[in-house]
């Protein structure tokens, strides 16, 4: 490695947050990373800052909230690894514009929310929230009123993606009929059948299970009005993100007893620290099954996400490779030779950089041999590999980097 040009493995700091898997630990330092902070909660505001303010490399899961100000006061930044599948906490716009791709597990964790809500189903059907609440308390509620078996009901799926496709099948080997709703045609997994509107879905399920991700056609999905074309006595379960349900709307309709019960792993608003207490109208209600954004935090799912996510890094450190990137040209790249220097320009999208970085070494008579180009949306992703060693001194960064648009270059040697 050219260390005058190249920044050695132990100096590059990886920084990870919130209880992240030791896996990911392991997998960085077996791969040369021994930089590595591993905190096991989220941080405040300020702690944040001053933890990200040295990362290279940063690791997070949904309560971290990176706003452009949080990435702004990272100017190290090379990438951020979202352990989880969500990425909606991160501004990836703000990431992308600064040269900063955004990586994320998109299925480690599905298997377990999947689990998690088939058992919600069954205890919210039994009526189990509110009898667990009386027993507790000394009470007594043996008896059979609004408790029902699960065979033979009708499971409604808002989303059918790789969580509402896994709790479709786990339904219907509980003898559940499935039927769900999703923007795009999606292939029905065993018996289940598709509505052609949520509101036909609304009208037939027992249990309404939503499974959308976090955008601005699902905030807001499920408010007073929908939850009027439910089932009287039906339930409601959100494993999805918080603001797809009006929370108050939801908790009026379980006052007046439209609704029999509702399961949420995920609100509006979520604690955000350590001493920040949960709030929500829904708290005390005794048929409403509250669990704190945990549908994927089983052991088996954050082992391989700690893996997953980790490698991600690692490999766009180590290669440059952007493959599963969410915000970013996507670019696959062959392990780079150690005979090889690659350079790596990130730019706005407009045209003639390409040419300019050519020119680059063009005009130092260095051959380029292999080229990599991508882009999308607003920015531009070019590999330059050249099979020389490459001198400190050229001016080939600052050359780089001063053409129209750079947001970032790195070089590997
Ligand atoms: N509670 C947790 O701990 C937890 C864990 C993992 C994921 N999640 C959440 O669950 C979401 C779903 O995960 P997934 O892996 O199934 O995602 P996915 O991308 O595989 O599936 C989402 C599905 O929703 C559909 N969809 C999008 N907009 C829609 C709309 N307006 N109406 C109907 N369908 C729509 C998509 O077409 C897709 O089929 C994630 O985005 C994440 O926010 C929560
Ligand atoms: O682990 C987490 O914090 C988030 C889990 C889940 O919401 C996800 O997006 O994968």
Redesign the pocket.
């Known amino acids: 490695m050219n260390s005058k040009l190249s920044l050695e493995k132990d100096k590059i700091k990886i920084v990870l947050l919130e209880g992240i898997h030791e896996n990911a630990v392991k997998m960085f330092k077996e791969a040369g990373y021994s930089n590595v902070d591993h905190y096991p909660a989220a941080l405040d505001a300020d702690e944040l800052k001053s933890a990200v303010s040295e990362a290279h490399f940063l690791g997070i899961r ?1 309560r971290t909230k990176l706003t452009e100000g949080v990435i702004d006061a990272a100017p190290k930044l090379t990438s951020i690894g979202c352990f ?3 990425t ?1 906490q991160v501004d990836l716009t703000a990431a992308a514009m600064r040269g900063i791709p955004v990586f994320n597990a ?2 480690s ?2 298997r ?2 999947a689990e ?1 809500v088939l058992g919600q189903i069954i205890m919210l059907m039994r009526g189990i929230p509110q009898r667990d609440k009386a027993a507790h308390a000394g009470g007594w509620l043996k008896n059979a009123k609004g408790s029902f078996e699960a065979r033979g009901k009708t499971l409604g799926i ?9 709790l479709s099948v786990l339904a219907e080997s509980l003898g559940m009929n499935v039927i769900y ?4 045609n ?1 292939l029905a997994m065993g018996n289940a059948s598709s509505c052609s509107s ?1 509101d036909e879905l609304l009208a037939k399920a027992d249990v309404v299970s ?6 601005d ?2 905030k807001n ?1 499920i408010t007073a009005t929908e939850i009027a074309k439910m089932k009287p006595g039906a339930h409601l379960i959100n ?3 918080g603001n797809v349900i009006v929370i108050d709307d939801l908790a009026a309709a379980l006052e007046r007893g439209h609704l029999a019960g509702a399961a949420l ?2 609100f509006p608003v979520e604690p955000s620290g350590k001493d920040d207490p949960f709030e929500s109208p829904l708290r005390g209600m005794p048929n409403v099954i509250l669990t704190p ?5 089983t052991q088996e ?1 954050q082992e391989n996400i700690g893996i997953e996510v980790a490698d991600k890094l690692i490999t766009y450190s180590d290669n440059g490779s952007t493959l599963g990137a969410v915000n970013f040209p996507e670019v696959a790249l062959p392990v780079k030779d150690r005979m090889h220097t690659r350079f790596m320009h990130i730019h706005r999208n407009v045209p003639g950089v390409l040419s300019k970085i050519n020119d680059v070494f063009a005009t130092r008579g260095i051959n380029i041999s292999g080229q990599y180009l991508r882009s999308e949306g607003g920015v531009g992703y070019v590999v330059v590999e050249v099979d020389e060693e490459i001198k400190p001194g050229l001016g080939i960064r600052k050359e780089l980097e001063a053409i129209d648009g750079t947001l970032r270059v790195r070089f590997l040697f």
Not at 293 to 297: D, L, P, Q, R
Request: charged fraction near 10%; proline fraction near 4%; include cysteine.
């Open positions: 949904s989880c599948i969500g909606n998109p299925y964790n599905t377990s929310v998690l808002i989303g059918y993606g790789h969580i509402g496709t896994q709703y999703d923007v795009i999606k949520m939503l499974h959308v991700p976090a955008t056609q699902t999905m494993a999805a993100r792993d995920v954004h945990i549908g994927g935090s799912a």
